[in-house]
């Protein structure tokens, strides 16, 4: 018969079977893991030897979500020190607690910390805030344009910005510096009105306004925008010298402001039409009394004496007039040598030159005698207070009549170094048209001659001019 097992020996092989179980267990997994190292490896090796293959891969997969929506910012509340009660921890065990647990009112808690701790910006502010973001960086582009004398991308951008920022002042008055530079005085004029409307003690606006109504004969109104930039900036002294310049203007021309009246104090008078006749220099009263002496004349019959002594006094005459003349000369010869003689040596500083500059202003001559003892490179110490439209004016005279003729002058440093001096950049805006005449003849004088200088310089010195 055979002998019974055991309580131990039965444990005993129920603790091997179970061991026995297990370790095959073991090798399975461990079998697992390193085939799929062993497939992770291959693919990894196959990546490396083709990239693009993994791009293909994707192809046709659903998009990333929230990638392109962006995330909403937080604002930064502060805390509050508030005492936070602690809920008591409920035992596993009690049941009776768990019971009288009101998990509605938990949610409610919870849902009411989650909104006071955390405080998110609206949409619209979100979008608001992007807008003004892209407005500035709009206006940057619009900035390095300018500087780089693309005005019309210039314009492109500081109109994106405007569209963006219709609030912001600067970005009107950004625009109408560029139309200023193309000229287009009514359109600059028109987006500083808008940038003044915006930001009633924006100077930069007023000063390019007067700038555009100046060009357009408007000089009272242009006199009343350079006075408002002298009230927001009395120690502007561009703005003085541009209203000086204004008002001497005036009063050399003798103009008269037209008188502006309200509909009330207005004449109810109508209005009479004039004819008006143009008339040549000798008018009809001449023409008779021309008739009259001739016919006068006709009648006169002089004998042989009245003639010998009418021929005397005539050659008398003539004979004075002409000794007149040459005395005359004489002065203006002697003269000429002696203030000839006078012309100062090149000026050290810039008091000295303005000094000189005052004492040859009358003689175009001296003038270019005297600037011709100046060496290019110290035009920007000499004019370091900046440069006045009718200096500018002057030495463009003188470079374009009397340097170009002479071969031993380099206009291309004249012009260089002219065009480094401070404040050049805003007095072209003042040119008139015999200056830009001069200005296109001495750059196409030194075009012929391009051959002598770096293309890179010289296209350089073409944009410094604007041309």
């Excluded at 509340?77 to 019971?99: G, T």
């Excluded at 805030?129 to 500081?158: H, P, S, V």
């Excluded at 290019?376 to 463009?396: A, C, H, M, R, V």
């Amino acid at each position: 018969m055979a002998s019974k097992i055991s309580d131990y020996e039965r444990k005993l092989v129920e603790m091997q079977y179970q061991l026995k179980e297990n370790n095959a267990y073991m090798q399975d997994c461990f079998q697992d893991l390193n085939s799929w190292t062993k497939d992770i490896k291959e693919k990894e090796k196959k990546v490396l030897e083709n990239p693009e293959s993994i791009k293909n891969s994707n192809k046709g997969l659903p998009p990333i979500r929230n990638l392109a929506t962006p995330k909403k910012k937080k604002k930064k509340v502060k805390k509050e020190n508030v005492p936070v009660q602690k809920s008591k921890k409920l035992n596993s065990y009690d049941y009776r607690a768990w019971d009288k647990l009101d998990v509605d009112k938990m949610c409610d808690e919870i849902d009411q910390a989650k909104t006071s701790s955390s405080e998110y910006t609206t949409d619209e502010e979100w979008e608001e805030q992007q807008r003004k973001t892209r407005a500035d960086w709009e206006k940057e582009r619009g900035n390095q344009f300018f500087k780089d004398n693309m005005l019309n991308e210039a314009i492109n951008c500081y109109t994106s910005a405007i569209q963006l920022d219709p609030m912001n002042a600067v970005y009107p008055a950004n625009r109408a510096m560029c139309l200023l530079k193309q000229e287009k005085y009514a359109a600059a004029e028109v987006d500083c009105t808008a940038s003044i409307q915006l930001d009633a003690k924006y100077t930069k606006a007023y000063h390019r306004r007067a700038n555009a109504r100046f060009k357009l004969g408007k000089f009272e109104q242009a006199k009343q925008d350079y006075e408002m930039v002298l009230k927001l900036e009395p120690n502007s002294k561009l703005a003085q010298s541009e209203l000086n310049k204004l008002e001497q203007l005036v009063e050399s021309r003798n103009l008269v402001f037209p008188i502006v009246k309200r509909d009330e104090d207005k004449s109810t008078k109508p209005l009479k039409r004039i004819l008006i006749e143009e008339i040549n220099d000798q008018s009809v009263e001449k023409q008779e009394v021309k008739k009259n002496l001739e016919e006068i004349n006709q009648k006169i019959v002089l004998t042989a004496k009245d003639q010998s002594l009418f021929n005397v006094e005539k050659k008398e005459e003539e004979n004075k007039v002409v000794e007149k003349i040459e005395k005359i000369q004489l002065e203006e010869k002697n003269e000429l040598k002696i203030e000839s003689k006078t012309i100062p040596n090149a000026p050290s500083n810039g008091y000295q030159f303005k000094k000189d500059w005052q004492f040859l202003n009358n003689n175009m001559e001296q003038l270019a005698i005297y600037f011709q003892k100046i060496k290019p490179e110290e035009y920007p110490k000499l004019f370091l207070n900046g440069l006045e439209s009718d200096q500018l004016s002057k030495i463009l005279l003188i470079f374009s009549q009397y340097f170009i003729k002479d071969s031993n002058i380099n206009l291309f440093d004249c012009l260089k170094y002219l065009s480094q001096v401070k404040r050049f950049n805003t007095q072209l805006m003042f040119l008139t048209t015999a200056d830009k005449t001069a200005i296109n003849n001495l750059l196409s004088h030194i075009e012929c001659q391009k051959e002598k200088y770096d293309k890179n310089e010289l296209d350089k010195l073409i944009k410094a001019y604007n041309v």
